[in-house]
């Protein structure tokens, strides 16, 4: 169960009034464990619809943690939508991989970021469209690839190093997550499009940032439709434009290059030789783009921050950066002598998966846990309410490295920890961001000390698309 205090989630700790929410418009909210072979979820009282109702109004989290304290496999209406809310890793590996082929994307969660990305690889339902495109992307996701990024990403990570440090004075704060969310922008650009900064680079941020919060306040209550929202089409035409320019200053060039840009633009789809649309065009880089830097740089700074909330894992992480790299840049297979930095990775995307949602649409009816799942029922998986299964993780809230061992590695089930979700439609990204988290958060250790402002509350979530740090994370960086 996610603790409320610890992370600033709105549960609800006692029943309340009886009203109903729109937000959420929970009509049923039923459960079951241990039940019979095809037996239907029994309906919860009125005492915990009221009370999940209530944390919806207060804050969606809130909501997913009272249904999934009910059980492994809860069914649930969310504004007249069926949907089964699953939490066990069994129920996991069936819905995402062995099963995958039964369940696609089609559902209102993803229809509203296509609004967004339209037929882009991250919202795409699933097919031969989604088959295509996985393909024609994926070496650019490969080993080789990724070792060819890691110069550009020290460099740049290098560059923001030396600017905090020219104006690092004493008692000065930083804006850790906004300083790392352009290192992010900057990296992607560079290596999936050989791009670099552009003046407009910050606009684009300004403006995702916005129309994330349009995004994520839909999950809360979905009315009136996305595309009829005049702020948000005046914000997708901004990012549009900014992408459009990346498009026409990469066809002026003379020179071939072999990159996921020139992928994109000379795609070609089945035996027409018809390539895509411009606007499936702009979709899939704008998706990519963002996908690719906004992920990494909330997981970044999630990171910056758990290292200064514990400052003996701090400690710790310093002295294995000092001893392996020696004052020099991680390349790739350094990274491999870095374990006890990649556990405290591991250990910050577990409790600020940064891709916190996902759901699927089973497309015949199925079963889950001895459930019947009926044709058309939307399958729902929160990764925060997994990541923290007492079952699976003891003390869920604290904050653990050593859970990351290979001992404790090997105690658990394989699927049982899934950041960048499982099966074929895992994060495509899954390996650059991991490398990339891994070389800044080194190189951050070997230059600096990051410590809480004094009287700085604990940083809560801000659920949107993705998982951002409420209000953001500023830190003090000390040189070392």
Request: proline content about 6%; charged content about 25%; some cysteine.
């Amino acid at each position: 169960m996610i603790d409320i205090e610890k992370n600033g989630l709105t549960g609800c700790r006692r029943p309340g009034r009886r009203i109903l929410y729109r937000g959420y418009g929970m009509t049923a909210l039923t459960r079951g464990k241990g039940a019979r072979k095809n037996s239907s979820l029994p309906r919860l009282g009125l005492r915990d619809n009221v009370s999940g109702i209530l944390a919806a109004r207060r804050n969606q989290l809130g909501f997913i943690q009272h249904a999934a304290a009910q059980g492994d496999i809860v069914r649930m209406r969310l504004g007249g939508i069926p949907m089964v809310l699953i939490n066990h890793p069994d129920y996991f590996q069936h819905v995402l991989v062995d099963d995958h082929a039964n369940y696609d994307k089609d559902n209102f969660l993803y229809r509203a970021v296509q609004t967004v990305f339209r037929g882009g690889l991250v919202s795409n339902p699933g097919g031969e469209s989604w088959r295509v495109r996985r393909r024609m992307m994926q070496p650019s996701f490969n080993r080789g690839s990724i070792v060819d990024f890691t110069s550009g990403m020290t460099e740049l990570t290098g560059d923001l190093l030396r600017r905090w440090a020219d104006r690092s004075e004493p008692g000065a704060v930083v804006d850790v997550s906004g300083d790392i969310g352009d290192l992010a922008l900057q990296i992607v650009l560079r290596s999936l499009f050989g791009v670099e900064s552009t003046a407009d680079v910050k606009a684009f941020e300004r403006n995702f940032l916005e129309l994330n919060t349009i995004v994520g306040n839909f999950f809360r209550m979905p009315f009136p439709p996305l595309d009829r929202r005049p702020r948000l089409r005046a914000l997708i035409r901004e990012m549009d434009d900014f992408v459009d320019r990346l498009i026409r200053d990469r066809r002026t060039e003379t020179d071939e290059r072999r990159d996921l840009f020139a992928a994109l633009l000379n795609a070609t789809h089945g035996h027409d030789g018809a390539g895509f649309t411009q606007q499936e065009l702009l979709g899939e880089i704008l998706s990519t783009i963002v996908s690719g830097y906004e992920t990494s740089s909330h997981s970044i700074a999630w990171v910056f921050y758990r290292l200064a909330r514990h400052p003996e894992i701090q400690s710790r992480v310093q002295q294995e950066v000092d001893e392996v790299l020696q004052g020099q840049s991680p390349t790739f297979d350094s990274l491999t002598e870095l374990p006890y930095t990649r556990m405290v990775i591991d250990e910050t995307l577990r409790l600020h998966t940064p891709a916190w949602q996902t759901m699927r649409r089973a497309l015949r009816d199925d079963e889950i846990g001895g459930y019947h799942i009926p044709r058309g029922s939307s399958v729902y998986l929160n990764f925060l309410t997994y990541h923290r299964h007492p079952e699976f993780w003891p003390d869920p809230e604290r904050f653990d490295p050593e859970r990351f061992t290979p001992e404790n590695t090997a105690k658990r089930p394989r699927n049982v920890y899934q950041p960048f979700g499982s099966g074929p439609r895992h994060c495509i990204g899954k390996y650059f961001a991991l490398t990339e988290i891994h070389i800044i958060t080194a190189m951050l250790a070997q230059s600096f000390t990051v410590t809480v402002p004094a009287g700085q509350p604990p940083v809560g979530f801000s659920p949107l698309v993705t998982l951002h740090p409420r209000g953001g994370i500023h830190l003090h960086l000390t040189p070392r």
